[in-house]
């Protein structure tokens, strides 16, 4: 079995225009992404070039109010996420998706100030 990197997977989503993007200015952003149950994936987020520094995480839930945090970039679990900071974007990596993980899920990236909402967009898996 030939194991593809994490920068080969990330590719062909790049130029399949499957990008997700996080900035200052950007409303909510909504994508619907089919994944086929028990299948790896990995879903590339980027981010605003100021956000660096700042802590990347992955929650699920329909309203971001509720959203509960699966995993932050550099932890691994069931949802791997990776940070490229010099090309300010993070990836989300899973081995194992089934049905019953199907829902609602945010990209976020913390803007370290609590009196605003992180940035973020949800998608639906």
């Known amino acids: 079995m030939h194991m593809h990197s994490t920068v080969d ?3 062909p989503l790049i130029l399949s225009g499957i990008l997700l993007h996080i900035s200052d ?3 909510i952003n909504a994508l619907n992404i089919e994944v086929k ?3 790896p994936g990995i879903i590339p987020c980027l981010y605003n070039k100021q956000r660096k520094k700042t802590r990347k995480y992955w929650c699920q839930g329909f309203h971001w109010i509720s959203c509960r945090i699966l995993a932050y970039a550099s932890k691994t679990g069931k949802y791997s996420l990776t940070d ?10 899973w081995e194992n998706l ?3 993980d199907s829902g609602y899920y945010w990209c976020a990236v913390e803007i370290g100030d609590y009196s605003k909402t992180d940035d973020s967009y949800h998608l639906y898996l």
């Open 25 to 27: 200015d950007a409303g």
């Open 9 to 11: 997977m990330i590719y």
């Open 84 to 93: 490229y900071p010099a090309q300010s974007i993070f990836t989300v990596q």
């Open 98 to 100: 089934q049905t019953s």
């Open 37 to 39: 149950s028990g299948s």
